[in-house]
């Protein structure tokens, strides 16, 4: 089994800073794909930002030269460093990932980390 567990979350004024985290544990796995969503009360679950295991990666239009998703696979964590953040970026952001265990790949999600952003 492996897990994710997401942090960094917290309440921010707008126009400042969060870095997310979210890290992967178990054992004989590899992370492919990954990626942060998230999901505002009311809202469906909206994708964010995504990136390879090679780095590539592809954003939201919302969050576009605002958020930057980076990955350390030798730690296997995946992180959402997110600036100049705004009252509508205030969701509950879950973390995604495509892992690799024994022959089969298989696509686990974190528990969430709350972010709200207000004055």
């Known amino acids: 089994q492996v897990q994710l567990v997401e942090s960094g979350g917290g309440l921010v004024q707008p126009g400042g800073s969060l870095r997310l985290s979210c890290a992967a544990s178990?054992?004989?796995?590899?992370?492919?794909?990954a990626g942060w969503y998230r999901q505002a009360p009311g809202k469906q679950r909206e994708l964010v930002a995504i990136?390879?295991?090679?780095?590539?990666?592809v954003y939201a239009d919302s969050v576009k030269g605002r958020f930057t998703i980076s990955r350390d696979n030798l730690k296997n964590t995946l992180y959402l460093q997110m600036n100049n953040l705004k009252p509508e970026d205030t969701a509950v952001y879950y973390c995604?990932?495509?892992?690799?265990?024994?022959?089969?790949?298989?696509?686990?999600w974190g528990q969430g980390t709350q972010v709200t952003v207000s004055s």
């Open positions: 995604n990932a495509d892992v690799a265990r024994g022959t089969g790949t298989y696509n686990y």
């Open positions: 990136i390879t295991r090679g780095g590539s990666t």
């Open positions: 178990g054992s004989r796995f590899s992370i492919y794909g």
